[in-house]
């Protein structure tokens, strides 16, 4: 699985390497799809900072992270004041939406196979 990181802010190497490690754990739940995706899956993730319509406040960042999987895009979106934090969010939801996936396509491929 490739990740792409793209970045709307100045980024220093220990949290490019952040984002790989949290978002590559990801990837244990799509092993079995990176094969069968032509030239392998990629994870696209954007960091932001939000703030450019806050006049008041603390910064906020937005991390989206979208997945190619066959048949389906999975996207999700974490925010927080802490980049970090919001990169753990996005990952989370991103688990959550690829679990669905499997399940969903888990019970398709077996109720196929009792027919």
């Known amino acids: 699985m490739n ?3 793209k970045k709307t802010l100045d980024a220093t190497p220990a949290f490019e390497e952040y984002v790989y490690e949290k978002m590559g754990s990801v990837e244990k739940f799509v092993k079995a799809f990176d094969d069968v995706q032509v030239g392998g899956l990629a994870l696209r993730v954007e960091v932001a900072r ?3 319509h806050h006049k008041k406040g603390e910064d906020i960042f ?3 992270a979208s997945l190619t999987l066959p048949k389906k895009e999975i996207r999700a979106e974490g925010s927080a004041a ?4 919001a990169i753990d969010r996005a990952r ?3 688990r959550e939406e690829i679990e669905k996936y499997k399940t ?3 019970e398709h491929y ?3 196979k009792e027919r």
Do not use: F, H, Q, S
């Not at 802490?82 to 934090?85: E, L, M, N």
């Open 3 to 5: 990740i792409i990181i």
């Open 50 to 52: 939000a703030t450019e």
């Open 62 to 64: 937005t991390v989206t």
């Open 82 to 85: 802490d980049a970090r934090v």
């Open 92 to 94: 989370d939801v991103l």
């Open 104 to 106: 969903k396509n888990l």
């Open 110 to 112: 077996r109720a196929e």
